[in-house]
């Protein structure tokens, strides 16, 4: 086995004035991953000639798989379809099956004229393969030099994905001969970085080098990932799993899942194995609960809705939060939030509610309840629980730390419950 | 003026395996360009020491300030701090203004047992000036070798964020002197990229070489943007306006604003101007329209709340769309969109209010309403305008899509009932 790195190379401006955030580079990389192919670097440059051809030099004296995206596009600052041409010498020509596809597509799919710019698209290096792209107009192209494969996508992440997922991964399993990678992660709530690695430090000598541990912190939880490189599958299965067994036991006080998965999921699979339902009712966090929530296929087997109540009216006239409650304890008060999770559970007739309340900022606080304040309640038909949270963050921090913190809460009273 | 450039290393192995997508780059890369300096590549390495050498050597070869983020975690899979110690000729000394610190926000603040991982956080090179974290306990630091400057970060965005722009950018700013840069950007909605630059093809070949324009689609929606790069500031600003007053023109039926700002806050400034308010009722969407509405400071002046109604349950019962209706037209049709919308606004009392209902899959469809079809309703007081779409994307992208035009529906018709 020789071990295969990969590098990602993003073309585009906007990638360096910060116009727009990279996630096609995550996707691969985990795509990657799986199928044991490490990436080494991960590289952004502008659209600008001399720079994109000597990262292309760079890139591929240090990796064995050079993937690029962005670039292909049909307006006038695509600069890198006729520089990838140049640079693998070749021209450039009408790629016909390409050309009978665009012209489908746009007679009969989009219904929409065909202009210059997208007959274009199907014009392609004749040194390379083309990759079909069913998801747009942009082909994906494959060149090969000194032994290394260079692999240009179109940066549209859901083009670039089908054309990964369809063409690309098969590819590079087939042309080389990738070691093994194995991952085992577990979710943590309500502990911090520090705090985690002193538990584990002993555990932590007994790793092997060809396993690693991280520690990946993200909205008040921790990931730990466990990841084993090897070209013998069976023992490291073996090896990492009964690692991973030994890390479970130590965290367990605060062990939220034993696998890589978000929050919402964990709740939905418990809700969906107790066949429950549930409910929000959020202030502050403005929809964001809900969102997370519905952000998983099938979830409305689920859940059931939410009232957002940004305002007093909506508290009093739809939630039924009583007048006499916002007036004396206040919109961010347990009274309120206490109300808001047992009539918004009622109103939807669920098994559970999550409620909350807070100031995000910025501004809107008072001097007993300062910007990051949060009230929530979750509630089962016989139980109650609140908690009142102190984030000291920007909005969009507070609003997704206050979320988190709901969901959790909820997926202990859920587990406590049964 | 010396033309000065930036790189942004980000460090970590979570990003080369893609457990974790880099905004930090975005945001520097923006900061960075509003004092004139453009970023001219941006690389992520792993968590291997060789690597991150080899790549402080090759990017210094290219930048005159390298900005390094991650890698300062008070865990043992940072290796970043000794690294540069080394690298820059120092040793490690403990900083006793940090360390009081530290000891401080333990002792007054958290109430925390504060251990030695923590401890650790206040040891530096001695070689490097301290940057002051007051978001957090690792601070950052700055080094300068052969007149470029090395600032190295922790990965945490909102401590990265606060040590930037309290200190680094003013660094900056005093050490080069640094170009002017100034962008003009306008968002539109309902074109496309290639149509776009079929219209402004003559303009663009008017555009000097010292202005770039480019082209940034992002659900559904396509945003220009000239950016100039000189060091005559007057003249530049100049130049710029007046392209940016022909481009404005030449694209003006698909104008949404002359500003880079998203939709949600183009409409929150509409209302605000008319000091009038909006409610919504999300189906299909799962509070992600509220989600966007409610992510803006000061939204709770034009936004009252929203009732998401997952189940057909709630949309009769809390958004009172009849029964015959749900049961002959179904929960996504015009009729239900409809209800839902006159509904909403009656309930919550507002000037204005959105519906949406569609099937955002993975599965759900009929043989009539395949995956990806939405119903949208806007409406005010004396008008209601209803839209049918049919995305054919996954659930995040067609959730997003859905969300984005029907806040551009509601924008029109804002706009229109002056």
């Known amino acids: 086995m020789k071990k295969v790195f990969a590098t990602i190379i993003t073309i585009g401006d906007e990638l360096l004035i910060g116009q727009v955030i990279d996630t096609n580079s995550a996707w691969i990389a985990q795509e990657l991953n799986k199928i044991g192919v490490p990436v080494k670097h991960r590289v952004a440059v502008g659209d600008v000639y001399e720079d994109i051809w000597n990262t292309l030099d760079e890139e591929s004296k240090?990796?064995?798989?050079?993937?690029?995206?962005g670039g292909l596009g049909p307006t006038a600052d695509d600069i890198t379809k006729p520089l990838l041409c140049e640079y693998f010498g070749g021209k450039m020509i009408m790629h016909q099956p390409t050309l009978d596809y665009i012209t489908d597509l746009f007679e009969n799919i989009l219904k929409r004229p065909m202009i210059d710019r997208n007959r274009k698209q199907a014009e392609v290096p004749d040194v390379c393969t083309v990759l079909k792209n069913e998801r747009g107009t942009a082909p994906g192209m494959l060149f090969e030099k000194n032994g290394k494969i260079f692999v240009a996508l179109p940066g549209v992440p859901h083009e670039m994905?089908?054309?990964?997922?369809?063409?690309?991964?098969?590819i590079i399993t087939q042309k080389f001969n990738t070691g093994f990678i194995e991952h085992r992660t577990l979710l943590t709530a309500g502990v911090g970085e520090s705090f985690l690695a002193e538990m584990i430090k002993d555990f932590e000598t007994t790793i092997p080098s060809h396993i690693k541990l991280a520690y990946l912190p993200n909205y008040g939880m921790v990931r730990l990932r466990l990841t084993g490189f090897s070209n013998d599958k069976k023992t490291l299965i073996h090896e990492i799993d009964t690692l991973f067994y030994t890390l479970k036991n130590l965290v367990k006080e605060f062990l939220v899942i034993d696998e890589d998965i978000p929050m919402e999921v964990v709740i939905g699979k418990l809700l969906n194995e107790r066949k429950q339902t549930i409910a929000t009712a959020?202030?502050?966090?403005?929809?964001?609960?809900?969102?997370?929530?519905?952000?998983?296929?099938?979830?409305?087997?689920?859940?059931?809705?939410?009232?957002?109540?940004?305002?007093?009216?909506?508290?009093?006239?739809?939630?039924k939060v009583q007048n006499k409650t916002l007036n004396t304890a206040g919109a961010v008060s347990e009274e309120t939030v206490k109300e808001m999770v047992m009539n918004v559970m009622q109103i939807m007739n669920t098994d559970y509610a999550i409620a909350v309340s807070g100031i995000m900022g910025p501004g809107g606080e008072t001097a007993e309840k300062p910007i990051g304040t949060a009230w929530v309640a979750v509630a089962s038909k016989n139980n109650i629980i609140t908690q009142k949270f102190h984030f000291r963050f920007d909005r969009a921090r507070n609003i997704q730390l206050t979320a988190t913190n709901a969901l959790n809460l909820m997926r202990q009273l859920i587990v406590d419950n049964r």
């Open 62 to 69: 240090q990796a064995d798989i050079i993937l690029i995206t």
């Open 161 to 170: 994905k089908w054309i990964m997922s369809n063409h690309v991964l098969n």
């Open 282 to 319: 959020e202030s502050c966090t403005g929809g964001y609960i809900a969102h997370l929530l519905t952000s998983i296929p099938g979830s409305s087997s689920y859940y059931e809705g939410s009232v957002i109540s940004y305002s007093y009216a909506v508290k009093e006239n739809v939630l």
